[in-house]
């Protein structure tokens, strides 16, 4: 399917979960990417705001995780990832995103690689507690040269950080987007899908150093 960005579409609205069948006009399928550090939400995001079931692979952790997966400041989690998330949600009768939340875990991270071919954008889900856990996967997107925007999921004091400090200590260059949000809440989920795509659209409008230069 073609994954070119159409022109500016309205908000999409949020039907229920389980009950909408994809429109036969659908010709536009866009491969979105949720990276982020282990606990941070991913799985959240997805769940929230998928206009499908949302196929997640969770398992119970047990204590053959203990001194493998990192769960400081995240201590009361019972389950993860062990594979990816998937849902969907449509930007209009022909655009639709197709969701892929990546498994957090370090001994994880030699799949995201294979997730990200055909990728044509990613969210990096932000826990202010833990900040280090996103750098590599800012690092891993860079490398792909994987458009992506970085969403601050809020536990409580993610607001505390001024934009300006979180950019400086996630050295992120300036035109990749920051936005704060909620990751339980299907609106604000629906926003951060929103805010990747308007710099999706941003980008592929931009003419190349090539073009400015022809």
Same mark, same amino acid.
């Given at each position: 399917?073609?994954?070119?960005?159409?022109?500016?579409?309205?908000?999409?609205?949020?039907?229920?979960?389980?009950?909408?069948?994809?429109?036969?006009?659908?010709?536009?399928?866009?491969?979105?990417?949720?990276?982020?550090?282990?606990?941070?939400?991913?799985?959240?995001?997805?769940?929230?705001?998928?206009?499908?079931?949302?196929?997640?692979?969770?398992?119970?952790?047990?204590?053959?995780?203990?001194?493998?997966?990192?769960?400081?400041?995240?201590?009361?989690?019972?389950?993860?990832?062990?594979?990816?998330?998937?849902?969907?949600?449509?930007?209009?009768?022909?655009?639709?995103?197709?969701?892929?939340?990546?498994?957090?875990?370090?001994?994880? !991270?030699?799949?995201? /690689? $294979? @997730?990200?071919?055909?990728?044509?954008?990613? %969210? &990096?889900? +932000?826990?202010?507690?833990?900040? *280090?856990?996103? !750098?590599?996967?800012? /690092? $891993? @997107?860079?490398?792909?040269?994987?458009?992506? %925007? &970085?969403? +601050?999921?809020?536990?409580?004091? *993610?607001?505390?950080?001024?934009?300006?400090?979180?950019?400086?200590?996630?050295?992120?260059?300036?035109? &990749?987007?920051?936005?704060?949000?909620?990751?339980?809440?299907?609106?604000?989920?629906?926003?951060?899908?929103?805010?990747?795509?308007?710099?999706?659209?941003?980008?592929?409008?931009?003419?190349?150093?090539?073009?400015?230069?022809?």
């Amino acid at each position: 399917m073609d994954s070119a960005i159409s022109d500016p579409a309205p908000r999409p609205s949020l039907p229920d979960q389980g009950a909408t069948p994809l429109a036969r006009t659908a010709d536009n399928g866009l491969k979105i990417v949720v990276v982020g550090g282990f606990g941070v939400g991913k799985t959240t995001l997805v769940r929230s705001v998928s206009e499908i079931r949302p196929l997640n692979t969770e398992e119970t952790m047990t204590s053959a995780g203990q001194g493998v997966d990192d769960t400081t400041g995240v201590d009361g989690k019972t389950a993860t990832t062990v594979a990816f998330d998937f849902g969907r949600i449509s930007i209009d009768d022909r655009s639709v995103l197709y969701l892929f939340g990546a498994p957090g875990q370090e001994r994880f !991270w030699f799949l995201w /690689d $294979r @997730l990200f071919a055909g990728t044509l954008g990613a %969210v &990096v889900l +932000v826990d202010t507690r833990r900040l *280090a856990d996103s !750098w590599y996967a800012i /690092d $891993r @997107l860079e490398h792909h040269g994987t458009p992506f %925007v &970085v969403a +601050v999921n809020d536990f409580g004091d *993610a607001t505390s950080h001024t934009p300006e400090a979180l950019r400086d200590a996630l050295d992120l260059p300036e035109g &990749v987007p920051l936005v704060f949000c909620d990751a339980r809440e299907r609106t604000s989920s629906r926003d951060v899908l929103i805010a990747l795509v308007e710099h999706l659209r941003t980008l592929h409008s931009s003419p190349s150093p090539l073009q400015e230069t022809a």
